[in-house]
């Protein structure tokens, strides 16, 4: 009796620490479908990071796909063997798209542990509007943290000495979309507008870009409310351009197109980064689209290789969000992947995980981190102690490509 | 400049059929149902529903959504307005106003759960060819939009003066108790009122889905713009207010065309003040004589 006793009592305990080992291989953030043959189970604690974002609201498909992107690049990680041996784990705070929830909740979870003093690295924010009001509370509370959009903040480091920016200068897309032009050989290009901060401040750099090429640009804007451009591209018309610039982000793409044939225009249409970062096929009939360009980030190209990057990312991403992802460009999910990525670049470099550390880390990644092939919206990041934006991102990075649906979060020009 | 009149005339279409809404519940029950513009804006991701997803033609979604949007200003009038008005507590004053925008905020909301906050491209099964005139390249659901503003304005007009249940409606809004002891049924025009702008919100949505997309962030703008064209043509008018909607439709064209984008809606709001400080009831509106 007492034998088999023991016998059950070790048949339990064997069964007991199976049970156990396999649970702490696996991530609260993640439920990928990667292979897991890699799986390396550590006694170490995980590193916490913090992740504030729309993932509810009007605005929530660039929030869950931002978050997405992190979730795979988390999955990534800890399924090969995490960031010096320590699994990643991800905590989420939806802020609904309210500007004013997300700087309540970053301040919540971050007062009293100020310092990097529970989460060593802080996604914060994806609307334009959300990350800005969290670039003080980042300062305010000495966190490492990285960001979508800056509004140019953090082009001075004194607004951002903790924080750093995924993108690079709004000038660099730009750039693409007037060598486009230039190598159509038009002389004149109208640049549609639409009424809204982001492309108001979008303008100054394609006219730069415009002009640098030796072609003459001409500004006409339209409000946010309107429900038809034609009046302004007629305006355009009667300038002369020779081709169109579309800063218009959602239904004011499909009047630009609708405008243009209405008005009898066959000239090439180019969709600014955040328009194309849209399906426009399903805005627009196949007939409007002909002549109609994107100006996008190279991973956005369906008739270039995937990237590395590219693979595992799509590779990782939570399969609740898989289907989502595939209808919309690569740079949404690609700039939470990105976040991560750099930041697990740093971390790996930094003799600790203390803001300063990381983000001396930051200013000083290795060559091979700088380019690591696993970045997806950009070749190589890099950052200077005078400018926390991505001064490595290059207008190489983008590209102007024909309208085409989007799946596998590429654009596969008609 | 003939493209931007037509762009005005279209626009100011749109805003003249919200109004065209809003007037029908103003009328009979003296309430302004904001959730007007929802109405629209659902009306159009139903004709998407229909007509992309489901394959039906433009005939059987118009008779659909014009059916679902009768059960959504009838769902309005039970859920936001009956509680305030015949509940056990009669509340007075403008509370009406408040619970119709809760249920504007409402009906957006279901429609993000259901379709989500991406534009969606509502089909139109009709001819496609251009119509050219006077310089103009009008694709022909925007003429017919803008045919379609005038005749059910001219029709609502004619009705509401010429027959019994209009007169009926007429009067509950001169005088609703005296109309309820002159027999008429206030619940029931209450109920029929809004059934009416919901079903006219749900033919609204269903022609102006190709022009404008479904979007659902496009409730709010209607629901202002449709305001607007009322306080300019007169509160119960309308012909005031298709004349008040067309012309804050040009105002914002000419506005953006020849001025700047931003003063679109700065000249929209100028021409209100303007006309409302020279003829305060607005441009449709009458002065009205009571005997002492």
Redesign the interface.
Known sequence: MKRSLWACASVAAVLAIAACGSSSSSTTTSSSSSSSKSTASTSKAPIQVLSIGDTSGATKIYGQLHYAGLLAAAAYLNAHGGINGRKVVITHLDSGGITANSVSLAIKALAPNPNGAKYAFVDAGVEGTEDDALIPIMKKYNQFAITLDDAGECAQVSNCPTEFVVKGNPADPAHAAANFFKSKGLKKVGVLEESIAFTEGETPGIVAALKADGITPSVVTFPATATDVTPEMSALKGDGVQGVFAEALGPPAGYTLAARASLGWSIPVVFDVAASSLDITKLAPASEVKNAYLNVYDCQNGAAPLSAGMKAMLANIPSQYTAEASGQACDITGNGWDGMMEFANAAKQAPSLTTSALVNAMLNLSPASQSDPLYITSAKKCYSTSDHEDACEVPGDFTVIPVGPVSGEQDHPL | MA??I??GL??GA?YALVATGFTLTVLPTGIFNFAQGALVVAGSFMAYQWLTVSGLGEIPTLLIDTALGAFGGLACEILAVRPLRFGLRRLTGSRELVTTVGMSTMLIGII?VKW??????VPFDGPSK?VHFLGI???PIEIIVVASAIVISVALHMWFRHTRTGQACLAVAEDRDAAMLRGVNVNFMSLGAFAAAGALGGLIGTLTGP???A????GT?LALGGFVAIALGGEGSFLGGLFGGLLVGLA??FA??YI???Y??LAVLALLLGTLALRPRGLGGTTEARHV
Do not use: C, H, K, M
Request: proline residues 3%; aromatic residues 12%.
């Open positions: 493209v931007t037509w762009s279209v626009l749109v993000g989500g906050y991406l534009a969606l491209q251009f390249a009008a694709e022009i404008t997309y979007v659902p962030t496009l703008t914002s064209a953006t065309r700047n984008a931003n679109s809606d």
